[in-house]
């Protein structure tokens, strides 16, 4: 679940007790890291009388099937976007933005799109955004933490799976988490800048979401996170965007020009049927597809501009070799070393981090 006490709180499915359980000794010295999300091998397992809590050792961290980032989850099997449909007003490109970034982030992952603050519009507003995001192939869940509609719906995604909350700062991901969890108490309504250095924002921790009535449908896992700023967002290849847009991709692919990018080409076959694609979220590609040059020009100027000294020859001795340039750290993929430290000293930054939330 989550750091504490210089270990960490582990949930037992088979025992449903939550134990405080320290690291083999071993593990630390491996380096192996580990997060919110991870499955574990547990020894010496001891309960109190009341049967809910105990203690254990962390004998060995299983294999992940995926990794966030930002903060840490790992074995994340779904992301739900939040966003409000007003107060914030509802914001189409950021939500696309969303959604591109995560499904590069964690490809094969579902997605979905919750829109919150329904109190506040009607029934045309919010049948209008379901149906651009379903004709996108993304289900969308009309939420109001303040009257509870669609929260049974929510509870019901969650069940049995790990979920992460991601989305603007003030769209209610901490009172739909309240409400899901009435035990949480999770701070609402903090503006932006008191957020910088808050502990939250970077913690790895899993909420527990308690099953429905009649535990007809068992606990779920949730994460809150402190959502992405622009510069965070990752981006695709140009040509790679339309494939991250369903409703457009049909049409791209009977596109007989193999390298548009359905911008503005005549004959285009996406543009012959721009009518069918919702207005907001072909601007949103077409946004997108305009960032993603802008990323790709930077990363190929940032390349040429490096000195002889930064030049590796491939094939032949040097100077009869072909070549290349050396990337710049920021534009190489990090080395699956290089990966293995930052993790370590991510993990060590947060031993020194004294667990403050005891
Ligand atoms: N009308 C209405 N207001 C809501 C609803 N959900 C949350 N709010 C209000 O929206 C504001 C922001 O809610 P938070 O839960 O703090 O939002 P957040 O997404 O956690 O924001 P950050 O922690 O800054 O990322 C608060 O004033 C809430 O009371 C809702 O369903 N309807
Ligand atoms: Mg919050
Ligand atoms: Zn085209």
């Given at each position: 679940m989550r750091r504490h006490a210089g270990g960490y709180l582990v949930h037992s499915d088979e025992l449903d007790a939550v134990l405080q359980c320290p690291v083999r000794a071993r593990l630390k010295k491996e380096g192996t890291s580990i997060f919110a999300g991870d499955r574990v091998d547990l020894d010496e397992v001891e309960l109190t009388d009341n049967k809910e809590r105990g203690s254990a050792v962390i004998a060995a961290r299983l294999d992940r099937q995926n990794l966030l980032t930002r903060p840490y989850i790992a074995n994340v099997d779904q992301v739900i976007i939040v966003q409000a449909i007003h107060q914030p007003e509802f914001n189409s490109l950021l939500c696309d933005r969303y959604l591109v970034h995560l499904q590069l982030e964690l490809p094969a992952v579902r997605t979905f799109v919750c829109v919150n603050?329904?109190?506040?519009?009607t029934d045309e507003e919010i049948s209008a955004l379901r149906n651009i995001y379903e004709s996108a192939g993304h289900s969308m869940i009309a939420l109001s933490a303040k009257t509870g509609l669609g929260m049974e719906e929510l509870r019901r995604q969650l069940a049995g799976n790990r979920s992460v909350l991601t989305g603007p700062s003030g769209v209610g991901k901490s009172s739909i988490l309240n409400v899901l969890n009435?035990?949480?108490?999770l701070k609402v309504d903090v503006h932006e800048e008191l957020l910088?250095?808050?502990?939250?924002?970077s913690a790895s921790e899993l909420y527990q979401v308690p099953a429905d009535h009649g535990h007809e449908i068992g606990p779920g896992w949730i994460a809150d996170t402190p959502g992405y700023s622009l510069d965070q967002l990752r981006h695709p290849e140009p040509a790679e965007v339309?494939?991250?847009?369903p409703e457009l991709a049909q049409f791209a692919e009977e596109c007989k020009f193999s390298d548009c990018l359905h911008l503005a080409e005549q004959n285009c076959n996406v543009l012959a049927h721009?009518?069918?694609?919702?207005k907001s979220r072909y601007e949103s590609y077409c946004t997108i597809v305009a960032e993603a040059q802008q990323e790709r020009k930077f990363r190929q100027e940032t390349s040429q501009k490096v000195d002889a000294g930064a030049v590796k020859y491939v094939g032949g001795e040097q100077g009869r070799g072909k070549a290349i340039p050396k990337l710049s750290n920021r534009h190489r993929a990090p080395s699956r070393r290089k990966e293995k430290q930052q993790l370590h000293d991510y993990d060590r930054a947060e031993d020194a981090d004294l667990d403050d939330d005891e």
């Open positions: 603050k329904c109190d506040l519009a009435p035990e949480l108490h910088v250095g808050r502990h939250t924002t339309a494939w991250q847009f721009v009518e069918r694609i919702p």
